[in-house]
C-alpha cells in the first residue's frame, strides 16, 4: 500500500512466468498487437502510437521530452511536487528552455498562472505537466490544462503514472499529445515497463525534427520500427518479453473489470479507507476536490514517528506505506490504492494496523507521564 | 536456439513470479547489494559501479556512451557486424566524432587496423568495439584491443551482451573501463536488464564531464545514489522488482555451476553441434579460432530455402533459430547455444530437425526431377 508498485494479481505473476519466446516470434507479435489494443482501451484512445516502452516509467517521461523538444525550444513546466522537477532537468538536458509554472506542493497546478505563463510565453512549445502527482496524492485539472495550451498552440506532455487504470484518463476526448505512464501502479503489473501514447500532432512535430532524437533507445523513428503496423517488424532491441507477458495479462483484467467499474472502485475504496482514517483523527494534506482516490495521502499524526511506524507496519504487519518526499518528508504518509491492492481487505489491514500502532502509543505517553511524574 | 533470449530456467521463472516489494524495502536493498556482488563475479570484476540497468542491452550500449563520450570527443569505433554500426549512431547522438575502423561481417576486429586508427587519432579519448558479435558468432580479441587502447591512453567501451556468462569476460585482467550486458543470453534471465560495470578510470571521466550526461535515465551520477553503497538509497526509478528477482537467481545459479564450469560446458556443447552439424555438411560461416561457442553461424544449405526452414523449425518442431542480419541476411543462420540453451537434447532436437529437412529436401527434389523427366 505504498505509492507503487501495488501488489500484483497471481494471473499476472503467472503470466510472467512462462517460458519466454523471441521477441520476433509470430505468436509475440500477436500478443504485441493485443497489447496496443488494450493500452489504446486504457488511455481512451486511438493513437496509432500507443505502446509500452522497455524501460520504467522515469525513462517514458524522458522518451518524451527526448523525441518532442529540439535545442531552443521553451517548455512551460508545471511544478507541484517531485515529477515536475524531474520535468525540468528532462528539458534542460533535452537542450530545450523550461518556464517553471510553481503550485505548493499539496496542490494542483493553478489554471490562471499556467494561463498567465502561456500568454506571456507565446513562443512555447509544448505544456508539460503532472495528472497525478505521486508526491503529493494531488489530481490536477488535465481536461482544462490540456483547453489552455490548445488555445496557445502547444503541444501537451502528460504524466499519468499514478492516474492510469485509477482514475480517468481520456486521452482523445482531452485531445493530450504525449502521455506516459508506468505499469507498476493502477495496472498492478510489475514495474519496469512505461505505456505511452502520441497523438498525431506530436508523430507531427518528431517527423519535422531539424536534429536526431538524441537518444537512439527512445527514438520514437526507430521504436515504431518495431511496435509499428503489419506484419514485418525490425529489429530494434530485445523486448523485455516476460514483462509484456504481465502487461498483457493486466491489461485484460482492466479490459475485463471495465474501466468505469476500475474507476469506481478505487473511488469507493478511497471513501472507506477515509472514513477509517478519520476515526482515528488522521487527517489528509490535500484538499476534497483534488484528491487522488488511488493515493492517500495523510499527515502523521502527532503521535507517532513517521520512520518507526513505517518499520513496525513493515515488520510486524508485512504492510508497506510511503513516506513524504521532498519539503513531505517526515510529516506525511502516501497510502496506495492502487490496482489490485485496492481492496476491502487491505484496508482493513492497514486502518486496523494504525488503530494500533496509536493505541500503543497512548498507552507509552502513559507510561512516560507516570515516569515524569514519579 | 536463436541468439536470444534463450530459454529461461524454471528457477529464474519461479524467481520472477513471486510477489513484487518495494524498491526500497529493506529486504530489496538486501537483494540489490547480492545481485552486484554476484556481477562482479560474473564480471571478474572488482568495480563498485556494477549493476544491471532497467532497461534492455541495447540501452546498456547508450548508457555507456552517453556517459562517456562528450560534445566533440573522438571515438574510435570497431564495426565488424550489427552493433558497431549502432555504436557509432550512440556517439554521433552524444555529440562525439566517431572514427571507424571496419571489418568484414563474420571477420574479428583487425588489431593491425586498429593500432592505426589510434595512431592516426592521438586524441581519441576511448576504444568502443564489439567483444562478440551477435550478429556473426564472432569474437573479437578483447585483451588485445584492451592493451591498444591502454598504449594510446585511450578508454575502451567493450559490448559484451552475447558472451558474459559464455565466454571469458575478464574486466580487471583485461583492465577493460565501461562494460555493458544483456540478461537474456548467457546468463538466460528475461530480456529486459542490462548488467553494467565501469572501471574507477572511467568514473574519473564522468564526474570531469563538462556537461551533464544529456540522458537523466541513464546519468550514473543519480543511478548510483540508487545503486550505491550504504543503508541510504536515493529513489531515482522505480526498480523492475520482479525482473530483478529473476536475475538474481540466474546469477545465484551461474555461481553454483561456477564461470569456468560454464565456459567448458558452453565449449563442449559448441563442438558437439560442430560435429552434428558437419554430418550434415553444414559449414560455419566464421573461421574456426574466431568462433563463439555460444552462437554457431552457419551457411543456409544450398538445398534449403532460408526463411521456411526456420518457419517450420518453429511450427513444427517449436525451435527457434535466428537468421542472417544486414548482408548475411538469407545466406546464415544463427544457432545460440546459450545459457540454459546449452544442454545436448536441444542440440538433438536441432540437428534432427535439420536433418528430417534435409532428406525431406532430396525427396521432393527427387518428385521435381521425375516431374520435369516426363
Not at 500507443?50 to 513546466?77: Q, Y
Not at 506532455?157 to 492510469?164: A, E, G
Not at 483523527?281 to 499524526?301: A, S
Request: net charge negative; charged share 20%; with cysteine.
Amino acid at each position: 500500500m505504498g505509492p507503487g508498485p501495488s501488489n500484483i494479481h497471481p494471473r499476472v505473476l503467472a503470466a510472467m512466468a512462462q517460458p519466454t519466446i523471441g521477441h520476433l516470434d509470430p505468436a509475440f507479435i500477436d500478443l504485441m498487437d493485443e497489447i496496443k489494443v488494450l493500452l489504446q482501451y486504457a488511455f481512451q484512445t486511438e493513437n496509432a502510437a500507443t505502446f509500452p516502452l522497455s524501460a520504467p516509467g522515469s525513462a517514458g517521461m524522458e522518451a518524451c521530452f527526448a523525441n518532442l523538444v529540439e535545442p531552443g525550444d521553451k517548455v512551460i513546466v508545471c511544478q507541484n511536487g517531485v515529477f515536475g522537477g524531474r520535468m525540468k532537468e528532462n528539458v534542460e538536458r533535452c537542450g530545450g528552455i523550461p518556464v517553471m509554472v510553481e503550485d505548493e506542493w499539496g496542490c494542483a497546478v493553478d489554471l490562471e498562472k499556467v494561463e498567465a505563463a502561456l500568454g506571456t510565453h507565446p513562443d512555447a512549445k509544448i505544456l508539460a505537466f503532472v495528472h497525478a502527482e505521486t508526491s503529493t496524492g494531488v489530481e490536477s485539472d488535465a481536461r482544462a490544462l490540456a483547453d489552455l495550451a490548445i488555445q496557445h498552440d502547444c503541444l501537451t506532455l502528460v504524466d499519468t503514472v499514478t492516474s492510469l487504470g485509477g482514475s480517468p484518463v481520456l486521452v482523445d476526448e482531452w485531445e493530450l499529445d504525449a502521455v506516459y505512464s508506468g505499469s507498476q501502479k493502477c495496472l498492478s503489473c510489475a514495474p519496469g515497463l512505461s505505456p505511452l501514447t502520441f497523438s498525431e500532432r506530436a508523430l507531427e512535430k518528431v517527423k519535422n525534427r531539424r536534429s536526431k532524437v538524441q537518444s537512439w533507445f527512445m527514438d520514437l523513428n526507430l521504436i515504431m520500427g518495431y511496435w509499428g503496423k503489419g506484419r514485418r517488424r525490425a529489429y530494434h532491441h530485445t523486448a523485455p518479453v516476460n514483462a509484456l507477458f504481465g502487461l498483457h495479462e493486466a491489461l485484460l483484467m482492466l479490459r475485463e473489470e471495465g474501466l468505469e467499474n476500475a474507476w469506481d472502485r478505487h473511488l469507493h475504496n478511497h471513501l472507506v479507507l477515509r472514513d477509517g482514517l478519520a476515526s482515528l483523527g488522521i487527517e489528509f494534506l490535500v484538499r476534497k476536490d483534488w484528491r487522488l482516490p488511488q493515493l492517500n495521502v495523510v499527515r502523521v499524526p502527532e503521535a507517532l514517528n513517521d520512520a518507526s511506524v513505517r518499520a513496525d507496519l513493515l515488520k510486524y504487519y508485512n504492510l508497506e506505506i510511503g513516506g513524504g518526499l521532498g519539503p513531505l518528508a517526515g510529516d506525511v504518509w502516501r497510502i496506495g490504492l492502487m490496482g489490485y491492492s485496492s481492496r476491502p481487505e487491505n484496508i482493513l489491514l492497514c486502518v486496523g494496523a494504525l488503530e494500533s500502532m496509536l493505541k500503543t502509543c497512548s498507552a507509552l505517553a502513559t507510561v512516560h507521564k507516570t515516569l515524569e511524574n514519579q
